[in-house]
């Protein structure tokens, strides 16, 4: 089911009628399987020619988690594959890659390695997947730190954030962490952040501004114990602070932010949650000026529950459009986008569910193409568990275009999204494969194709197989077939179940529909007025 705001039923059927329905083809679908065991991409990114570089972890025949790097055509050719397992077989944990114009994709990741997880860095020459250097970082503290993001600026150095474990004088703290490496792969700075509780501080993703500086988005633990709040840094190029600011939310509890964008008015806009004043977790989108300065933020709550932003991006024309999930219910979440204009208001929020309603779902990352915008994440459907989906709405006015899902058994996810040159857009998951594990999945489609449509030709309005009248109030019939069954289908061409020819809309809501005689044929456009 899909729900949207700001937009009246009426002017809904007026903009179908003004054109068709939008709809997606999938031109190509790619996994990848190293030896039957679980292979999951985690994310993805792409070139200017629209080649597609997705990475994640890949189990070896001694059932270790191996960093797997891929590339692929825009036309589905997959050139390469790069695999790198740790010196003392230990388990991978791989977070992010960006490419880089000087003919580098770089992957970071982390070991854990006897139990003292390091962070690794690794370039792969675009042209052949051929490893050009590696870094690893390692805290003083023994324990776990982690790479969640990587940003590689026009100045050619790459920018890792996340956090790692710092031992000050015996005392064990988890420090925000970023580091800057050359083109070659050497440390030029690194730059740690302790908050004001000592305790856990941690860094989610990064951007390099238009404006030449870094822009870090997390949260920080404060003086009250697990009392955390929402985080963002901004530092030169050369690793000083330029600005610091915290924001708790209502409730003075856990608040997080997970994603971080620059605007194209020179704005920075983040996502993730507030805790409110019921200990429920709400969407959160702040945003502030380069400066620092304090703008707006915006919250969302439906129904109480975890509601969180995952994924942020901006348009032109200033609206910020965020991906993620949102209890709509007693009993599970939604994918969700939600639309602000850039001043904090306008709010659209637009969802996407599965049949399952007792499940949660959620959209993982967001990108836009073409007046579009686009959210990518997992539906769970009643007799197919956890589907691989992708949908899509108007930027103009929120209206939903299609939606597509995944199912091959079980458990099946989207987690990253990206354009692929040409007018396509690729998304980046795993499938679930009966009898052995996950597989990478990548999906291709060409977001914009349209529903095909049959038309009747002529004025011929009484002839067998046409429905009449149409557009219609209450119900319709089609001529000549009244007794037999037709899918229908909704405006995003999904199906709705089957109808009998002579009494098409019955207990419908007004509104833009399909009529397909059978699975194979052309489906014709139908509208209720009322």
Request: with cysteine; hydrophobic share 35%.
């Amino acid at each position: 089911m899909t729900s949207y705001t700001g937009t009246a039923v009426s002017a809904a059927i007026a903009v179908a009628l003004a054109g068709l329905a939008f709809s997606q083809d999938l031109r190509w679908a790619r996994q990848y399987d190293q030896v039957g065991e679980t292979d999951r991409a985690t994310a993805m990114t792409t070139d200017a020619d629209g080649n597609i570089y997705v990475t994640g972890t890949s189990e070896n025949d001694q059932s270790n988690d191996e960093i797997a790097v891929l590339k692929y055509t825009s036309s589905g050719s997959r050139e390469w594959v790069a695999r790198y397992a740790s010196p003392g077989d230990d388990d991978a944990m791989v977070n992010a890659i960006a490419y880089a114009s000087y003919g580098q994709v770089v992957v970071v990741a982390g070991w854990e390695e006897t139990g003292d997880n390091d962070i690794l860095v690794r370039a792969h020459l675009v042209s052949n997947g051929q490893a050009d250097w590696e870094y690893r970082y390692n805290g003083s503290g023994y324990g776990d730190d982690d790479a969640r993001a990587v940003a590689v600026g026009p100045d050619g150095r790459t920018y890792v954030a996340g956090s790692a474990i710092v031992d000050v004088g015996g005392r064990i703290t988890r420090d925000l962490l970023v580091i800057c490496l050359d083109y070659q792969g050497h440390s030029e700075w690194v730059y740690t952040y302790d908050g004001p509780g000592n305790g856990r501080d941690e860094a989610n993703d990064i951007v390099y501004g238009d404006d030449g500086n870094l822009y870090v988005a997390g949260f920080s633990e404060d003086t009250n114990d697990e009392d955390y709040d929402n985080l963002v840094i901004s530092l030169t190029t050369d690793g000083d602070v330029r600005w610091l600011q915290t924001n708790d939310g209502p409730g003075n509890a856990d608040d997080r932010l997970y994603a971080i964008t620059y605007g194209a008015d020179g704005n920075i806009y983040a996502t993730g949650y507030q805790t409110n004043t019921n200990l429920d977790r709400d969407l959160y989108v702040l945003s502030r000026t380069s400066a620092g300065a304090f703008r707006w933020n915006y919250r969302v709550d439906p129904a109480g529950g975890t509601d969180r932003g995952r994924a942020i991006t901006t348009l032109p024309n200033g609206d910020v459009w965020v991906a993620g999930d949102l209890w709509l219910t007693a009993t599970n979440t939604d994918m969700a986008m939600v639309r602000l204009n850039s001043a904090g208001g306008g709010a659209w929020i637009v969802t996407n569910h599965g049949t399952d309603s007792v499940i949660d779902d959620r959209a993982t990352d967001i990108g836009t193409l073409g007046g579009m915008v686009f959210a990518v994440g997992g539906s769970y459907n009643v007799g197919r568990g956890r589907d691989f989906t992708v949908f899509a709405c108007s930027a103009a006015n929120g209206r939903i275009a299609w939606s597509y899902a995944y199912d091959n058994d079980l458990v099946d996810d989207g987690v990253a999204l990206a354009t692929a040159g040409s007018g396509q857009l690729a998304a980046a998951g795993y499938k679930h494969v009966t009898g052995e594990a996950d597989n990478f999945l990548i999906l291709c489609f060409d977001p914009f194709t349209g529903v095909t449509e049959r038309h009747p030709g002529g004025n011929n309005t009484n002839r067998d197989g046409h429905l009449r009248p149409n557009p219609f109030v209450g119900t319709a019939r089609v001529q000549g077939r009244a007794n037999e069954e037709f899918l229908l289908l909704d405006e995003v061409g999904r199906p709705l179940g089957r109808v009998r020819g002579d009494d098409i809309g019955r207990g419908l809501p007004a509104g833009v529909y399909f009529l397909k005689q059978d699975d194979h044929s052309a489906p014709v456009r139908i509208v209720k007025l009322r």
